[in-house]
């Protein structure tokens, strides 16, 4: 049985370390393309391309076009000609292209998130997307990106509901991951997951546990507190490395298949891992039940979903439930991954047993 880990080359956090971008650049050569959408690069422009421009390195801005698709990736590897560093300011998509481009082009790579929503920071993996926004498959590199530069001050200024999303998509890390302790089955890292990578989910989500709520409260202030400082922390060296080297399960086979039920496609993808988790936490046979109920609290109490109505699915009929169920436990899905088959209608049962535990328990909290 062969164990391994991925891990990215460094991960800086905290206040202002966007600045940091230029020392880490030369470091490469002296010329660099940087990737980014309209607000990221109202978020970060003056400390990135002013850092970038005492450190001597000539810089190609290219506007990211909003998707991650193939032809978005080949455009940055094109503009990379003659560079020696890729350079992506953004969320998970503009993060997941520009990655893509980087080993397109054969060059590192360094990723400055401007939101917290995801764990695309410190993952060797692109999610690659059709241009209507359809995900098509993803492809996991050789490598992690090379420097990952979270800054707190630009992290606790986005919107709270994106950072609300990466507590969602951190939480049901260690979950995911425990199901493939218990089925050894081989992650995205080529082999089963090491103890270090259970550890770190499994202190992903105790962080969340502890600090998430007043996380929130924080950054729905704008404030970076100590409980800011471990969340983040949480969802993005944690839950990043603990995903990719730990395993997934139901809670992202569903959020990956939600998008085929048009009525989920305002909600973000730490919102429907949230739901997802719920569903997973039902189809479970070793789960603590007691844990079942702490873990759906805090996801209400953090307003994230946990039922059909926060999904927008309340009027799914069953019949298209069953069929949804049924392709998500298809071949190939991270249900797969649990020590026992999973069925469609065991998943269909799972949802539906999901959202009358979340509705109890939103009724219980109200
Ligand atoms: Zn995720």
């Known amino acids: 049985m062969k164990k391994a880990i991925l891990l990215p080359r460094k991960f800086i956090q905290g206040r202002g370390v966007a600045a940091e971008v230029g020392g880490l650049a030369a470091s490469f050569g002296t ?95 692109t999610v690659w997307y059709d241009e209507a926004g359809v995900c098509i498959g993803f492809d996991l590199w050789p490598v992690n990106p090379d420097y990952i530069l979270v800054d707190t001050d630009v992290i606790a200024a986005a919107p709270v509901r994106l ?70 922390e949480a969802t993005t060296l944690l839950s990043g490395v603990g995903w990719e080297s730990g395993g997934l399960a139901t809670a992202h086979a569903l959020a990956n298949a939600f998008p085929a039920l048009p009525e989920t496609h305002g909600l973000f993808h730490g919102e429907k891992v949230s739901f997802g988790l719920v569903a997973q936490l039902c189809i479970d046979d070793d789960i603590d039940p007691d844990l079942v109920e702490d873990t759906v609290a805090f996801l209400v109490q953090a307003g994230l979903p946990v039922c ?5 699915i309340e009027g799914v009929s069953a019949d298209r439930l069953l069929a949804f169920a049924t392709d998500t436990a298809g071949e190939g899905s991270f249900t797969g991954n649990h020590p026992r088959e999973i069925t469609g209608r065991d998943l269909y049962d799972a949802l539906v047993s999901a959202d009358v535990l979340g509705k109890r328990i939103k009724a219980e909290l109200a």
């Open 308 to 312: 059909f109505a926060d999904m927008g």
């Open 163 to 232: 950072f609300k999303a990466g507590i969602g998509d951190a939480l049901a890390t260690w979950y995911e991951a425990d199901i493939n302790r218990q089925s050894r089955a081989v992650t995205c890292s080529g082999g089963v997951a090491t103890l270090t990578a259970l550890a770190l989910a499994k202190l992903s989500r105790d962080i969340i546990f502890e600090h998430g709520l007043k996380a929130i409260a924080d950054v729905e202030a704008n404030v970076v507190t100590p409980a800011v400082n471990a969340v983040v």
């Open 31 to 125: 010329k660099a393309v940087v990737l980014w959408g309209q607000k990221a690069r109202a978020a970060v422009n003056e400390a990135v391309l002013s850092s970038l421009a005492a450190a001597g390195v000539e810089v190609v801005e290219l506007a990211f076009c909003g998707e991650t698709t193939k032809a978005e990736a080949q455009r940055v590897a094109d503009a990379a000609q003659g560079a020696a560093v890729v350079i992506a300011a953004g969320g998970g998509k503009c993060i997941d292209a520009a990655k893509g481009g980087a080993i397109f082009a054969k060059l590192p790579f360094i990723v400055l998130p401007t939101v917290a929503s995801n764990d695309a920071p410190t993952s060797a993996c």
